[in-house]
């Protein structure tokens, strides 16, 4: 049997140990649950600079609303999930419910999807040793189709916590059916806990890509603010979610089906005039009516998401 030095077998062992997975932290887990709750909610954006002294400046941005921020799945052992799933609803008035945003917590993922540029994405797998310790935040639209994604790690110093990190992004709902005088956004998200909820920090670079480079329009900030408020304004969601939860844990599924090993993903605006969220609240709507209809099935669902797909 051939014989190794202990200095030799330390070194192989140390750097097995420094690419192996450690465990999630307590706190970080804590902290990302710490966004659920029922919250009010404002939206504010106000562009603040631009390089074209001859740029005019958007008017800000305000809304307020009802939001029920939840773990609607998670993954691995109970007490150390390696995947949290956070779904947020949005209540108008007492009853109306709209599916709002999703985000998906990922534990030392390596694989990320860039945003490029027209409903187009790359993905890019980082070494180990570079998303050792780090929680990636993956954004999905309201139809569970990509948004962006960025990896961090939660900081948890001096009373505070908090995760931050830059990735590109497609234009906002608030302005993509608005402007074409640009075609990226370049986000850095804040997520910090507080005492009364939550808040969403936002640094935003609005960009022009081309075949030429990037070149910045203006920049943009933003502050999401969440107070935790009772359960009972979030009612109306709670008894919807409990409705409609099975659909979308298939609409989560067959996505999950659809990405697995893809490096592009690029999505069609529309197919025969038709656009994929309405395809899919239509199947949502057969789903509830008519549970278990293989009309509305996870395969129903799959085949409609790729017919979007280029």
């Excluded at 919250?39 to 074209?52: I, L, R």
């Excluded at 419910?97 to 694989?111: A, G, L, N, P, T």
């Excluded at 009373?159 to 234009?171: F, K, M, Q, V």
């Excluded at 910045?216 to 502050?223: A, D, I, R, S």
């Amino acid at each position: 049997m051939k014989h190794i030095s202990l200095s030799i077998f330390l070194a192989i062992l140390s750097s097995a140990l420094a690419f192996a997975q450690e465990a999630p932290r307590p706190e970080d887990i804590t902290a990302i649950k710490g966004q659920c709750g029922c919250h009010n909610v404002v939206f504010t954006y106000a562009e603040k600079s631009a390089p074209d002294k001859q740029y005019t400046f958007k008017d800000p941005y305000t809304a307020r609303g009802t939001e029920w921020v939840f773990v609607a799945e998670q993954q691995g052992p109970a007490n150390q999930p390696t995947t949290i799933v956070i779904q947020h609803l949005l209540v108008a008035g007492d009853s109306v419910v709209i599916k709002h945003w999703r985000e998906d917590w990922s534990f030392e993922s390596r694989d990320l999807l860039t945003f490029r540029q027209n409903a187009t994405w790359k993905r890019v797998t980082r070494p180990a040793q570079q998303v050792k310790g780090q929680w990636a935040q993956k954004v999905f639209e309201v139809d569970d189709s990509p948004r962006y994604e960025g990896s961090a790690t939660w900081n948890h110093t001096n009373g505070r916590h908090y995760w931050e990190s830059t990735a590109d992004a497609p234009l906002p709902r608030r302005e993509y059916t608005k402007r074409q005088d640009y075609n990226v956004m370049r986000r850095t998200n804040h997520h910090e806990i507080t005492a009364t909820g939550y808040v969403h920090e936002q640094s935003n670079d609005k960009i022009i890509r081309s075949e030429s480079g990037d070149q910045l329009l203006v920049t943009e900030k933003g502050l999401n603010a969440y107070t935790r408020t009772s359960e009972a304004p979030c009612g109306a969601a709670k008894a919807w979610w409990a409705k409609h939860k099975a659909y979308w844990a298939d609409v989560r599924a067959a996505w999950a089906e659809v990405l697995a090993g893809r490096q592009d993903v690029a999505l069609r605006q529309q197919v025969k005039g038709m656009v994929l969220s309405h395809e899919l609240d239509e199947l949502e709507q057969l789903a509830v009516a008519t549970p278990g209809s293989p009309a509305a099935d996870r395969d129903t669902i799959k085949r409609t998401i790729l017919k979007y797909l280029k």
